[in-house]
């Protein structure tokens, strides 16, 4: 991995974030700070942490059949890759060189001043994103990372990463813990928070639920640990991880949106509209439906299917043919730019905040761990929880939402509830946002479609899976396999079927 630094990449980026300056001292910029302090550097990061979600969020939820390219036969759709290059790469750039050092910055400036508050909140970011990422590309440099002057790193083992979330995350809760004279600042760069503890910690504790989670196939799994952070972690939306965006431009604009036209080639799948049009449960149409997918122009949901162009793409105004994702049919965009056409729907909207994990996402967390257990009752409690938490998220009325929680689609009993239930009701509540936990799913569970109803993997992967779906994400081409390419040697990550490789967090033990 190239070292890089990465603070005059934040330092511009914060500056763009900015707004202008009737003058400019040239002695002294004060839309530019002069020294690496916490509340410069936070908003460029969080910034930073929705970039590699997204970015890479857009393959994650090709191999999870949340969307699909409009193309016959695309590479990720067939859970293969991009080879010699960055596609994929995003979040691995972003922990390492965009996330970065900089985090230790925040933490230097925050010890030197008794910000706690900061060194608390920049430590839970590493956490989260040592987590987030290694379950995308599994084994990383943590040993070596950030040592200056090196070009050459060696991997370590998943465990060990898993091991470091656990560590920072207390670290995190110590700090956000303390007390001191620069307490109470964080208020100035937390865009997400502005500036309550108290919200960072469920932040914290969420993340350490993921990590506890995770491991669910491993004999040391423990459903109560799960189920403790759950309880410490987010209590209703309010607390929910959520980075704004401004919308304005292409600089502050959501990276879904139709500002930035990132999504324009990708289509809602059938399996995802299959799970809320009454095909799954018990034809019951969910009312988020119209909310987060889009009706084809003669008002019917449709999708496609995962390496099969959309058989109704044809002519460019079939009334059948399946809408792009910000809510328009393909026709509206012929010879226009997407701005001058729509503002987008849901959480493709240019002004959308992006949810980095959300309430409800922890109250299915809780609920298959309770069902584990052998809890039925609290996983149903959690599940209903969780349901209702998506829908108020959605914007679901409230009518709508009890005569929904009331009906066939969900259970009613614990006796009832099934794993599959609660796995499948998770898929719709991450829906776009996420993805790759989405897919952390889909692996623990090997693309069980006895737990994902109706899930079936494309009828021919890519000729390099020898048969076998995606298990992990290369690392960045751009370092890894020009810098540090024998070094993946050990590892196998220049072997053909490499991305099929299962990760350590699956595996039984």
Partial sequence: MKKVSSYIFLAATALLMSSCQDYLNINEDPSNPQVAEGYALLPPIMAQMVRGEQFDGRYAGQYSQVWSSSAANNTWDLHSYASGSDAGGEKWRSHYWSIGTNIDLIVADGVAKQKWDYVGAAKAIRAWSWQSTTDWHCEMVLKQAFEPNRYVFDYDSQDLIYEEVRRLSQEALDNLNKTGDGVGSLVRGDKVYSG?????????????????????????????????????????????????????????????????????????????????????????????????????????????????????????????????????????????????????????????????????????????????????????????????????FVGVSATDKAAFLASKAVKQTGADLTLSDIMCQKFIALYAHGNIETWVDLRRYKYDANIYTGFTLPRTLATDNNGKPAQRVRPRYNSEYVWNRASLDKLGGNNPDYHTYEQWFTKPE
């Fill in 196 to 392: 309550n503890v108290d919200k960072w910690k469920k932040f914290v504790y969420a993340n350490l639920a993921r990590n506890a989670n995770h491991i669910s196939n491993k004999s040391s799994y423990n459903p109560d640990k799960v189920i403790e952070y759950c309880d410490k972690a987010m209590s209703s939306n309010a607390d929910n991880f959520m980075v704004p965006h401004r919308g304005s431009s292409t600089a502050d604009g959501n990276f879904f949106g139709p500002l930035r036209d990132n999504m324009q080639s990708f289509r809602q799948t059938d399996f995802s509209i299959s799970l809320l049009d009454g095909r799954v449960f018990n034809g019951v149409v969910d009312p988020r439906l119209p909310l987060m997918f889009t009706a084809c122009v003669d008002g019917v949901f449709r999708g496609v299917t995962p390496g099969s162009v959309d058989p109704n793409a044809t002519p460019v105004d079939n009334p059948r043919r399946v809408p792009i994702l910000w809510g328009v049919p393909p026709s509206a965009l012929v010879g226009k730019s997407p701005v001058d056409v729509t503002k987008g729907k849901y959480i493709y909207k240019d002004d959308a905040p992006f949810p980095i994990i959300t309430y409800s996402e922890i109250q299915f967390i809780k609920a298959e761990a309770a069902f584990k257990k052998g809890d039925k009752a609290t996983a149903l409690a959690a599940y209903k929880n969780a349901i209702a938490a998506h829908m108020d």
